[in-house]
C-alpha cells in the first residue's frame, strides 16, 4: 500500500507496474515525467475521475482516523490543462493531521515502479506518497531540507531544484524494491530510485527506517 497526498493538493496521474520494473536513464524524458504514459502492464490507480479514486482506494484507518467513507476528496477541473484531476482536501484533516483522512490503494503492492503526478495548489502546502504505507516521499512546498519536497524523508536532502513549484504539476516516478526478511527479521533493506520532472534525483537509496504507517 502507499498513501499519497494529504490536504492542499490535487492529483491528477497514478498508475503502477509490477512486473515492469525497470526505470533507466534511457527512460527519461519520454517515460517518466508530467503526461508520462502507462506501460502496458500498469495498473491504473487514478485518472482524475472519482470512478477511478472509488474503485482503487480506500481510507488508512490507522489509529489517528476521523473520516468516513465515501473518501471525501472531490473530483474537480484541472486548474492547468483543463480535463479532471481529483482535490484531496478532507475536513477531517484540516491542519495537517497525520492520518485522519489519508488514503490507501485496496490492493497491497510489494516490487513496483509507480508514477503520480501532484499539483501543491498553494504555497506551504504539504503532503506525502507513502510506499507500502512505511516509506515517505516529501511533498512540502517551500522545504529544502531532509524533511522537504522530494527527500525520501529523513534519508536523504530535498532534490528542490527538480521541483516546478506551486501551481504547476510535478511527477515522481519511482522503482522500489521492498525489504527483505528471513523468519521476522530484515535480510534486505528497501530500495527506492526516485526520477522528479523526469530528472533522476536517487538512486537505489537504501531505506533504514520505517517513517510512515506500521
Known sequence: MFTPLR???????????VTSLSLAAADAPSG??????????AVLLLDGTRASLDAHWTYWQGPGFAS??????????????????????????????????DIVTKKEFRDFRLHVEFLVS?????????LQNRY????????KTSHGMGAIINETPSPYHAYKGA?????????????????????????????????KVHENVAINQVWGGP
Open 167 to 199: 501551481g504547476a504539476w510535478n511527477a515522481y516516478d519511482v522503482r522500489f524494491r521492498a525489504a527483505r526478511f528471513t523468519d521476522g527479521k530484515r535480510t534486505e533493506k528497501a530500495l527506492a530510485t526516485v526520477y522528479f520532472n523526469g530528472v
Open 32 to 41: 517518466v515525467g508530467v503526461g508520462a504514459r502507462p506501460p502496458k502492464d
Open 7 to 17: 490536504p492542499v493538493a490535487l492529483v491528477a496521474s497514478v498508475f503502477l507496474a
Open 136 to 143: 515517505e516521499i516529501q511533498v512540502l512546498d517551500g522545504d
Open 122 to 130: 498553494k504555497p506551504g502546502g504539504n503532503s506525502g506518497v507513502y
Open 68 to 101: 468516513a467513507l465515501p473518501i471525501r476528496w472531490k473530483e474537480v477541473e484541472d486548474p492547468v490543462d483543463g480535463g479532471r484531476a481529483i482535490m484531496t482536501f478532507d475536513p477531517a484533516a484540516e491542519g495537517g493531521r497525520y492520518g485522519a483522512a
